[in-house]
C-alpha cells in the first residue's frame, strides 16, 4: 500500500518530466561523439588507405559534393534538417547549398563561398560528422539506439521501468508531435526495433545497408561527380553507424534503459536528462577525452578490424564479448541498479554485496570478490573485485540498502567506456573501408596478381578504365579464387593522363559486403595495406591548413618508399601451377 501511494504522489513529478524539453540522447553530438570520431579517425587506416590507393588524390580532408538534385525527397529533407542543426564547432557545416549564392549580378565578394550549382561541399571528415548530427533527425532515431536488457541480440526492445503512456507523451513532445499521437499510439511507447534490427534495415536511410548501397556508386558511377556525391553521403552513413555504436557504449541504452534519461540534472524543476552525457561533455569536451595515448598500441591496432561483422563488433566475436556485453554487463545505469534489500549488520562486506546483487543482471567476473566499503556503514559503494566503484549505496526510509549511480562511478564509468566507444569506431572504420589486399603490378607487361582472403565469398574484381576526365567504364570484370594467389593479365592500356582503378566486391563469411577500391600507379610497384605512418587530422580550421600539408608530405614520402618487387614476377610465373585461372566474367 505504502508503494502504491508513492507511485501516486510522484504522478504529477513524472508527467512534469515527460514535458520537458530536454531530448533522449545519450553522448553529447558536437562534444563528446564529435571527440569520439576525431580520435577513430586519428587511429584508423582509411586516411593513408585512401591517399596510397588514389595517388594522393583522396583524404579525410579532400573536398566532396552532394548535389540536392540527386537527392530522394527524404535524404534532401534530412540533410537539410542536420544542416539546420549543426554547430559551428563541429566543422561540418558546408558551403554552398540551395539557396547559397546571390545573382548574378551581386558583387564578387558576396559570391566567394558559393558552389557551383548550388551544391554543397565539405572535407570527407566533415561529412561524416554531418552523418553523426543526421542520426538525431529527427530525435525519434534515438528509438533504434537502444538493445533488450535480457537478449541483447533481440531484433526489439522494451523497457519496463515507466508506463508506456508516459514515455510515449515525452518522446512525442520531443518530436514536435501533437498529443494525439502519443494517445493514438503512433509514438514510443517504450518499445521498439533494435539497434541489432537497424543495422539490416534496408529502408532507413542512414543505415549500413545505404551505406554500402552509396559506397558501391561511389566506386563505379561513371561521372566523377557522381562519385563524389554518392561518397559525401556514404560517408553521412559512416557518422550515423558510429553515432549508433558510440551510443551503445553507454549503459542505458546497452540495458534498454530509457528511465534513466528522466535522473535529475540539477534542482531546476524539469531540468532532466542523463547525467553521463552531461557530465563527459563539461569535464572533457571534445578534445579531452580520456583515451589511451600510447603510440605502440594505437599502431598495433591501426587497421586490424576488431571483428568481421557491424553485429560482430557490437554483439562479440571470436572470444571477444562486443561492446553491448562490455557497456550492459560490467556497468550499471540509473534504472538498473540491484533491487533495494535489508542487510543484516552482522555479514561481511563479501557476503553483504553478494546479497545486494542477487539477481542483478552483471558480468560475473565483475560480481566476483564484490563488497560493500564500509560495512556495516548507512552509506558506501559497491566495489568489484579489483576496487572499482560498481554502485553507491545508501539507506532508504525503510532501512533497505539502496543501490545507485552518483558522480564518482560515472567518472569511472567514463574512464572506461570512452575509450572502449574510441576502440569500437576505429575498428568500424577499418571494417567499412578495408586494406585491399598485397597486390602486385608489373606494368611494362601490364599484369597483376593479388591474394584475397580465404573466408570471402565470391570474390569480383571489376577492371575499370579512367580517362583524363575523370569518367569509368568497366572493362573486365574477373572472377577471384579465396586463398589463392590469383593473376590478371593483359590489363587495358592507359596513356600518362588516364589510369586503371580496380575495384574488388564480394561478402564477409558473415553476409556483409566488402568493398575496395585502388587506383594502379603508373609504375611497377606494391600496394600495402596499411601503408607508412599515420599523421591524425586537425581539430580546427586554422591547424587543418597546416596538419593536411604535413600529412601529404608524409604520406607522399610513404608512397615513394613503397617496396617494389622486380623479383614478383618469377614467383608469379613458378607459381602458376598452383594458381588458379582468374576466370573471366562479362564486363557490367
Known sequence: MRRLVSRILALPLLVGL?????PAAAWDPSTTHAGLVDQALRRSAVHLRWMAGSELTRGLFTPLRVDPKRLQPGELRLVLQAMERVSEATGSRALGGPGACPGEDAPSVSRRYCVDGERWQMSALGWIQLGVIAELVPSAREVHHFVDRDD?????????????????????????????????????????PSAIAWIADKGDLLAPPRLYEHLERAYLEPEETARAHHLAMALICVGALLHVAQDLAVPAHARGDVSAFFAP?????????????????????????PLPTDPAAIGA?????????????????GGDEGLIAFAGRRFFSESSTPTPRYLEADLDPEAAAARLLEGAPLDPVEAAGARLSPWPAARGYLLSGQGRPLAAFDTDDE????????????????????????DVSRSLLDFVFPGWPTLSLDADRRALSLEVDADVVEPVLLVLHQDGEGKRSVRRKVSLTPGKRNRIADLPASAESERIVLVLRGRYAGGEPLLWEATLPAKETTLEAVPGPYVPPPLTSAEGEEEDEEMLRRSA?????IATDPEDESEAEAADPDEPAAAEDPPG
Open 557 to 561: 614520402e610513404s608512397s615513394a618508399a
Open 18 to 22: 515527460a514535458l520537458a524539453p530536454r
Open 265 to 289: 540534472l540539477s534542482g531546476e524543476p524539469g531540468d532532466r536528462g542523463l547525467p553521463l552525457q552531461e557530465l563527459a561533455r563539461t569535464l572533457y569536451g571534445r578534445r579531452d577525452l
Open 399 to 422: 532501512g533497505r540498502i539502496r543501490a545507485f549511480v552518483d558522480t564518482t562511478v560515472y567518472q569511472d564509468q567514463m574512464k572506461e567506456l570512452l575509450p572502449r566507444a574510441a
Open 152 to 192: 541483447p541480440s533481440a531484433l526489439s526492445w522494451s523497457d519496463p521501468e515507466l508506463p508506456r503512456w508516459l514515455l510515449r507523451l515525452r518522446l512525442s513532445r520531443h518530436n514536435g508531435a501533437p498529443l494525439a499521437g502519443s494517445v493514438n499510439r503512433t509514438n514510443f511507447s517504450g518499445h521498439g
Open 301 to 317: 591496432a591501426r587497421g586490424i578490424p576488431m571483428a568481421r561483422s557491424i553485429l560482430g563488433h557490437l554483439l562479440g566475436e
